[in-house]
Protein backbone atom coordinates (compact mmCIF):
# COMPACT_ATOMS: atom_id res chain seq x y z
CA UNK A 1 0.00 0.00 0.00
CA UNK A 2 0.95 3.41 -0.71
CA UNK A 3 0.77 6.35 1.73
CA UNK A 4 0.17 8.83 -0.66
CA UNK A 5 -2.53 10.86 -2.96
CA UNK A 6 -3.18 9.09 -6.31
CA UNK A 7 -6.28 11.80 -7.40
CA UNK A 8 -7.07 15.21 -6.21
CA UNK A 9 -10.19 17.21 -7.12
CA UNK A 10 -11.76 20.58 -6.61
CA UNK A 11 -14.88 21.55 -6.25
CA UNK A 12 -16.45 24.16 -7.95
CA UNK A 13 -15.93 26.96 -5.52
CA UNK A 14 -12.03 26.75 -6.24
CA UNK A 15 -12.19 28.26 -9.21
CA UNK A 16 -15.03 30.02 -9.47
CA UNK A 17 -13.08 33.78 -9.69
CA UNK A 18 -10.28 32.54 -11.16
CA UNK A 19 -8.42 33.77 -14.37
CA UNK A 20 -7.56 31.22 -17.04
CA UNK A 21 -3.76 31.55 -15.84
CA UNK A 22 -4.74 31.02 -12.28
CA UNK A 23 -7.04 28.01 -13.20
CA UNK A 24 -3.65 26.71 -14.82
CA UNK A 25 -1.59 27.18 -11.88
CA UNK A 26 -3.97 25.33 -9.85
CA UNK A 27 -4.04 22.46 -12.52
CA UNK A 28 -0.16 22.38 -12.34
CA UNK A 29 -0.26 22.50 -8.84
CA UNK A 30 -2.80 19.47 -8.92
CA UNK A 31 -0.19 17.42 -11.41
CA UNK A 32 2.75 18.22 -9.06
CA UNK A 33 1.02 17.05 -5.74
CA UNK A 34 -0.48 14.04 -7.42
CA UNK A 35 3.14 13.28 -8.79
CA UNK A 36 4.91 13.58 -5.53
CA UNK A 37 3.35 14.06 -2.20
CA UNK A 38 2.95 12.18 1.17
CA UNK A 39 -0.17 11.61 2.75
CA UNK A 40 -1.09 9.36 5.65
CA UNK A 41 -4.90 9.73 6.73
CA UNK A 42 -4.67 8.28 9.97
CA UNK A 43 -8.39 7.44 9.48
CA UNK A 44 -6.94 4.81 6.55
CA UNK A 45 -3.78 3.86 7.94
CA UNK A 46 -1.68 1.62 5.26
CA UNK A 47 -5.16 1.69 2.75
CA UNK A 48 -3.18 4.07 0.16
CA UNK A 49 -3.40 5.43 -2.11
CA UNK A 50 -5.92 7.74 -1.42
CA UNK A 51 -8.43 10.07 -3.92
CA UNK A 52 -9.05 13.51 -1.58
CA UNK A 53 -11.58 16.33 -2.85
CA UNK A 54 -11.31 19.38 -1.54
CA UNK A 55 -14.38 21.46 -0.75
CA UNK A 56 -15.51 24.37 1.21
CA UNK A 57 -18.56 24.24 3.61
CA UNK A 58 -19.63 27.20 5.97
CA UNK A 59 -16.02 28.94 6.66
CA UNK A 60 -14.33 25.17 7.14
CA UNK A 61 -12.03 23.69 4.36
CA UNK A 62 -13.18 20.34 3.90
CA UNK A 63 -11.03 17.38 2.86
CA UNK A 64 -13.11 14.06 1.70
CA UNK A 65 -10.23 11.43 1.84
CA UNK A 66 -11.05 7.49 0.90
CA UNK A 67 -8.68 4.95 -0.41
CA UNK A 68 -9.00 4.84 -4.07
CA UNK A 69 -9.95 0.60 -4.38
CA UNK A 70 -12.14 -0.61 -2.02
CA UNK A 71 -15.88 0.55 -0.53
CA UNK A 72 -14.44 2.47 2.30
CA UNK A 73 -16.88 5.46 2.81
CA UNK A 74 -15.30 8.43 2.61
CA UNK A 75 -13.50 10.45 5.85
CA UNK A 76 -14.40 13.98 6.22
CA UNK A 77 -12.05 16.55 7.89
CA UNK A 78 -12.81 19.88 8.60
CA UNK A 79 -10.66 22.71 9.32
CA UNK A 80 -11.64 26.26 10.00
CA UNK A 81 -10.52 28.63 7.39
CA UNK A 82 -10.17 31.95 9.72
CA UNK A 83 -7.14 30.35 10.65
CA UNK A 84 -5.49 30.53 7.62
CA UNK A 85 -7.21 33.82 6.38
CA UNK A 86 -4.54 36.52 7.94
CA UNK A 87 -1.94 34.22 6.37
CA UNK A 88 -2.92 34.17 2.86
CA UNK A 89 -3.79 37.58 3.24
CA UNK A 90 -0.26 38.45 3.43
CA UNK A 91 1.04 35.54 0.97
CA UNK A 92 -1.36 37.49 -1.29
CA UNK A 93 0.24 40.64 -0.79
CA UNK A 94 4.29 39.91 -1.07
CA UNK A 95 2.37 37.93 -4.48
CA UNK A 96 1.15 41.05 -5.42
CA UNK A 97 4.16 42.99 -4.73
CA UNK A 98 5.99 39.93 -6.58
CA UNK A 99 4.02 40.68 -10.07
CA UNK A 100 4.44 44.15 -9.56
CA UNK A 101 8.62 44.03 -9.03
CA UNK A 102 8.85 41.96 -12.15
CA UNK A 103 7.56 44.68 -14.17
CA UNK A 104 10.16 47.17 -12.60
CA UNK A 105 12.55 46.43 -9.87
CA UNK A 106 15.92 45.27 -9.90
CA UNK A 107 16.79 41.35 -9.97
CA UNK A 108 18.33 41.58 -6.29
CA UNK A 109 14.76 42.76 -5.71
CA UNK A 110 12.70 40.53 -7.41
CA UNK A 111 14.98 37.41 -5.69
CA UNK A 112 14.33 39.77 -2.29
CA UNK A 113 10.75 39.64 -2.81
CA UNK A 114 10.49 35.82 -4.02
CA UNK A 115 12.43 35.11 -1.01
CA UNK A 116 9.92 36.23 1.59
CA UNK A 117 7.22 34.86 -0.80
CA UNK A 118 8.73 31.51 -1.01
CA UNK A 119 9.12 32.12 3.15
CA UNK A 120 5.38 32.93 3.52
CA UNK A 121 4.25 30.18 1.51
CA UNK A 122 6.34 27.84 3.76
CA UNK A 123 4.79 29.28 6.96
CA UNK A 124 1.28 28.73 5.96
CA UNK A 125 1.89 25.26 4.89
CA UNK A 126 3.52 24.79 8.51
CA UNK A 127 0.47 26.04 9.75
CA UNK A 128 -1.87 23.33 7.81
CA UNK A 129 0.43 20.74 8.65
CA UNK A 130 -0.40 22.09 12.51
CA UNK A 131 -3.95 21.83 11.94
CA UNK A 132 -3.34 18.35 10.07
CA UNK A 133 -1.30 16.78 12.87
CA UNK A 134 -2.76 13.48 14.39
CA UNK A 135 -5.44 13.33 11.48
CA UNK A 136 -2.87 13.22 8.05
CA UNK A 137 0.63 13.28 8.38
CA UNK A 138 2.22 14.63 5.84
CA UNK A 139 5.47 16.63 4.51
CA UNK A 140 6.38 20.53 3.84
CA UNK A 141 6.05 20.05 -0.18
CA UNK A 142 2.43 18.14 0.08
CA UNK A 143 1.82 20.80 2.24
CA UNK A 144 3.06 23.54 0.24
CA UNK A 145 1.17 22.09 -2.97
CA UNK A 146 -2.20 21.91 -0.84
CA UNK A 147 -1.95 25.50 0.43
CA UNK A 148 -1.22 26.68 -3.20
CA UNK A 149 -4.85 24.90 -3.87
CA UNK A 150 -6.48 26.81 -0.84
CA UNK A 151 -5.19 30.27 -1.95
CA UNK A 152 -6.90 29.58 -5.21
CA UNK A 153 -10.14 29.67 -3.08
CA UNK A 154 -8.88 32.28 -0.89
CA UNK A 155 -8.86 34.63 -3.97
CA UNK A 156 -12.43 33.74 -4.84
CA UNK A 157 -13.73 34.19 -0.96
CA UNK A 158 -11.33 36.64 0.76
CA UNK A 159 -13.83 39.06 1.57
CA UNK A 160 -15.69 36.49 2.45
CA UNK A 161 -14.11 34.08 4.97
CA UNK A 162 -14.71 34.59 8.45
Known amino acids: MSNKL ?14 PEAQQEQQIAIFDLVEDNVFKPAAFADQGPFKLKLNE ?20 LLISLSTFK ?3 AEYFDICTAYN ?12 SIDMA ?6 DVAEL ?35
Do not use: C, Q, W
Open 6 to 19: AAVELADVFNAHLS
Open 57 to 76: HEGKLVFEIAPVEGEEKPYF
Open 86 to 88: GPL
Open 100 to 111: DAIHTASAARIE
Open 117 to 122: RRGVHN
Open 128 to 162: LMDRLEGKVDTDLNTARRLITLLFALYLGRKDTLT
